[in-house]
């Protein structure tokens, strides 16, 4: 597949289905709140045990950070955040069925899978191989989409829980997300310019061209990928994860 005729370059339609994506996700994620108290006068449930079935999903989901992480590297990043949006919208649809804690605590541990593959980092590693400059601004647009998934989709919950009940909005985030996020996942993003015959983008002045030269100065020019013994040897690993976990 080739799309070097466009006039637009490629990447930021990459660009615009990212963020569609995290914005669908994030908002979805955000809006687990707005349920807490419509589940618990329905169930006869305390806000502990909601809460907890929430907290799970968190732990999980940072546990499995590192799985996400070699998914992304040995196979198609694309595909592994495709999965982790597949497996969200899926909960959401089956959280309205649950008749006991057990099988709600079951489904955000599942739950928990989709959130740890459809965000974050596995994102920012697409990004960052379209983008060798702008990167910043670009991450920070994706980001930022997030942020505006959950000032729109929190309301929007809130919304179909006065039309509706708690059960037809989370019909609606699973739909949005399976419906709407992955098929323009699925049709837009590409996990690296060269599957589609493109360069990624750089300062003008720099070619990108795969000359030999290129070749040779690619590692002082744009950095590549560390093994992991080389990342936890580096200072800037060891700050990087302390301000993770600050």
Same mark, same amino acid.
């Given at each position: ?61 940072? $546990? /499995?950070? #590192?799985?996400?992480?070699?998914? =992304?590297?040995? %196979?198609?990043?694309?595909? +592994?955040?495709?999965? &982790? @949006? ?6 959401? $649809? /089956?959280? #309205?069925?649950?008749?006991?804690? =057990?099988?709600? %605590?079951?489904?955000?541990? +599942?739950?928990?899978? &989709? @959130? ?6 596995? $994102? ?19 980001? &930022? ?7 729109? $989709? ?19 985030? &699973? ?72």
């Amino acid at each position: 597949m080739q799309l070097t005729r466009s006039k637009i370059f490629y990447g930021w339609f990459v660009v615009a289905g990212t963020a569609l994506v995290t914005f669908g996700v994030s908002g979805a994620q955000f809006s687990f709140g707005v349920f807490l108290k419509p589940m618990t006068d329905e169930f006869g449930w305390t806000r502990a045990d909601l809460s907890l079935a929430f907290g799970i999903t968190l732990m999980i989901s940072g $546990l /499995l950070r #590192p799985a996400a992480g070699y998914l =992304a590297d040995r %196979y198609s990043p694309k595909m +592994v955040v495709m999965a &982790g @949006v597949a497996i969200m919208g899926a909960m959401f $649809l /089956l959280i #309205p069925l649950v008749q006991n804690r =057990a099988q709600l %605590y079951a489904v955000f541990a +599942v739950l928990a899978i &989709g @959130v740890t593959l459809g965000v974050g980092p596995i $994102l920012t590693k697409i990004i960052s191989s379209w983008f060798y400059t702008n990167r910043g601004a670009v991450l920070g647009f994706i980001y &930022g989409a997030g942020s505006i998934g959950g000032m729109v $989709l929190v309301p929007g919950s809130s919304l179909f829980l006065v039309l509706a009940d708690w059960k037809v909005a989370y019909w609606f985030l &699973g739909l949005m997300l399976l419906v709407v996020m992955l098929p323009i996942g699925l049709v837009l993003i590409k996990n690296q310019p060269q599957d589609v015959g493109l360069q990624p983008l750089v300062e003008p002045t720099v070619s990108t061209e795969p000359t030999e030269s290129a070749s040779n100065d690619r590692e002082t020019l744009f950095g590549r990928d560390a093994t992991f013994r080389e990342a936890v040897a580096t200072p800037f690993f060891a700050k990087l994860t302390f301000g993770y976990f600050v």
